[in-house]
């Protein structure tokens, strides 16, 4: 607090009659102050997003690649037609939909488990709090290479740990996205613990004492009292860790490279455009990976009901 | 409350969730500590026979690595500093005045926040290349400003709401305008969430990988993690492993500090902005 909280608070706002003209000149300039500033956020977002999302748009109907400038040609929706049928598209949207499913429910519960302890816990809370947030910030590109140095036969220590002689994880599709899943929980778990616990302190303790009382059990207490009272957290939580998790890049970029069937929706837009320069048929995903999410933010708002103006703050 | 009987249950658990969240670490520094000949030679062991700083050495000499750092600590700072001065005044107009447009700005920073980065990549590419800046410090600053703006708003404005605003009234029923009221008042109470602001958009824009790697193509503006995916070692002959991981501890350091210093800042920073608490 500063020295001007010791200044007097006035009454309610002064009435007067003739303020009437200067009330609504302050309105007006309210409203002017707050278009400019938000202006230059609007600006900002507009421009670097939108913009681009309508230049994708249209290099998506041409066949442009950046090795070969000369032979730009209107293709109308073939680029789409080509990425649709292709094998691996498909092969990057069931493996961006098994990364995403996987690591949303392990998190979920996961991310509960320790809210719960957090929430319970009377000594060393604070120690727990800061020990969760280090992997929350750390860069994702470490926690890949951890995990992956972790596994990797001339380097790790977990086939020893595990007796499992010289096997391969990175050799084959399961075992590759199981190391990936697992570098991604354990970077995301303490973001999702967090917003679970902030939920869980909203449950009021006395409708818990009163379902105890009644002789609900500690797993009815759970699914009867808890849950529904913190579902809107759920939910919020879900949805952005759902549409975190769709656009995984970094792991299997570092980890596998995107070799063995573990190449994400994001990779591929990142492979087609940059290493390919295929830009063309690289903006088709870009827009249709861009459609999987706003389909996704659709599901989640409209079908369930996500209330996001806790997030919105409006 | 649960009994006293049970409360050492709770530590034990709270005890498991430490140990999980630091073994990997662990790993990574008992790595970074190998020296990289008896890494190749021997079996791996979770820790080093004998503790080397040879990797460390290895790292600060390589010019890919520091040079990778001073991109990475400027371009954080500068696109943080621009993401939080654009979001604080649209985070005080979202907490404090009705205008047209608000929920308009609302629903976009909510959007931006989901928008997949990926499919920027592309056009970003080659709009960056026909501007000039492909491979420069603005070519990133300008993608992480813009990503990180939705974070900002939301906390800051999550924060800007819990201010007594009675005495920003006070200043301007005492002849302020709203603009001298914001400025002499609530910028002072405001400190607080916007440096809780500040150090989760640096995290983020620390952290950033994709971008980093598809707008870059040499040292010149390559971040830490885009340069630690292209480390491979002093030579050819040897393994990069132990290298990798000294310049993970070391990428790592800014933040064990910041979370350490600023813990209860960051945890109220993170689900004020989902959660109304």
Redesign the interface.
């Known amino acids: ?2 020295g ?2 010791t ?4 009454p309610e ?2 009435a007067d009659p003739p303020a009437k003209a200067a009330r609504s000149e302050r ?1 007006r ?7 400019r ?2 202006a ?3 600006a ?3 421009l ?2 939108a913009y ?2 309508g ?2 748009l249209v ?1 998506s109907l041409y066949r442009y690649r ?1 090795t070969d400038p000369s032979g730009k040609e209107f293709v109308g929706l073939k680029n789409y037609l080509t990425v649709l049928t292709d094998p691996v598209w498909w092969g990057a949207v069931s493996t961006t939909v098994v990364i995403t499913v996987v690591s949303v429910v392990v998190e979920l519960v996961l991310g509960f ?2 809210a719960w ?2 929430f ?24 890949a ?3 992956r ?2 596994f ?1 036969l ?4 977990v086939n ?1 740990w595990f007796g499992l002689a010289d096997y391969n994880w990175f050799g084959q599709r399961w075992s590759s996205l199981f190391v990936i899943v697992l570098s991604e929980i ?1 970077k995301t778990t ?2 999702i613990s ?2 679970l ?3 869980l ?2 449950v009021p303790e006395e409708m818990l004492e009163a379902a105890k009382v009644d002789g609900a059990t500690a797993w009815q207490r759970l699914w009867k009292v808890v849950l529904p009272n913190m579902k ?2 759920i939910m ?2 879900v949805l ?1 860790r759902t ?1 975190d998790a ?2 995984i ?2 792991n299997p ?2 980890m596998t490279g995107g070799a063995n069937g573990t190449e994400t ?3 591929l ?2 492979r ?3 290493t390919l320069v295929n ?1 063309g048929a ?2 088709a995903v ?2 249709l ?2 459609a ?2 706003v389909l996704i ?1 659709f599901v989640f708002i409209k079908v369930f009901r996500t209330d ?1 103006s ?5 | 409350m ?1 009994g006293r009987r049970t ?1 050492h249950w ?2 034990v ?2 005890v498991l ?2 140990a ?3 073994f ?2 662990l ?2 520094v008992s ?1 970074a500590f190998k020296s990289p000949e008896t ?2 030679a021997g ?4 820790f080093p026979d004998e503790w080397t700083w040879e990797n460390f050495q290895t790292v600060f000499d390589d010019e890919l690595f520091t040079s990778a750092l001073r991109n990475s600590f400027g371009i954080a700072i500068i696109a943080t500093v621009l993401a939080v001065v ?2 604080m ?2 985070a ?3 907490a404090r ?7 308009l ?6 959007a ?16 960056w290349r026909g501007l000039g800046i492909y491979d420069t410090w603005l070519g990133l600053i ?2 992480y ?2 990503f990180a ?1 939705p974070l900002s ?2 906390t800051m ?2 924060f800007f ?1 819990q201010i ?1 605003w ?2 920003e ?3 301007q ?1 005492d002849g302020a ?3 001298q009221a914001f400025r ?2 609530i910028v ?2 405001a400190a607080p969430g916007v440096f809780t602001t500040a150090i989760l958009t640096f ?1 983020f824009c ?2 950033e ?2 971008f980093a ?2 707008l870059t193509s040499t040292d010149r503006a390559r971040t ?2 885009a340069a ?2 292209f480390f491979t070692g002093q030579s050819q002959f040897q ?1 990069p ?1 132990t290298a ?2 000294a310049a ?1 501890v070391v ?2 350091i800014p ?2 500090i ?3 210093v600023f ?2 800042r ?2 109220a920073g ?2 004020s ?5």
């Open positions: 607090m500063t001007v909280a200044a007097a608070a006035p706002a002064p309105l300039h309210e409203r002017r102050l707050g278009l500033l938000s230059p956020a609007f900002v977002m507009i670097v997003t681009p999302l230049y994708a290099l950046l488990a320790f302890v957090m319970r816990i009377l000594r060393g809370r604070s120690v727990v709090r800061t020990a969760i947030l280090v992997p929350y910030g750390i860069v994702t590109v470490v926690s290479f951890i995990w140095y972790a990797q001339d380097s790790g220590f020893q354990w303490p973001f967090l917003l616990l902030a939920g302190v909203q809107a957290a919020v939580a952005f549409l769709w656009r890049f970094d970029f570092v929706l994001s990779f837009a990142y087609q455009n940059v830009l690289g903006s870009s827009v990976l861009f999987t999410v933010a996001l806790q997030v919105r703050g409006d | 649960e409360s709770w530590t658990w709270g969730i430490l999980w969240a630091m990997p670490l790993w990574m790595l890494f190749r079996t791996p062991s979770f654009v979001a005044f649209a005080y107009a979202i005045l009705e205008f047209p447009g608000k929920r700005l609302l629903s976009m920073a909510l931006i926040a989901m928008f997949p980065q990926a499919a920027l990549v592309g056009p970003l590419f080659n709009m300008i993608p400003l813009t703006l708003i939301w404005s999550a709401r007594p009675e005495m009234q006070a200043a029923v305008t709203p603009w002499r008042v002072p109470l995290f620390w952290n990988f994709l790697i598809s830490v993690p630690l995916s393994s492993v990798i991981m993970s990428v790592t933040i064990v910041l979370v350490l813990q209860r960051i945890v993170l689900t902005g989902a959660v109304k608490g």
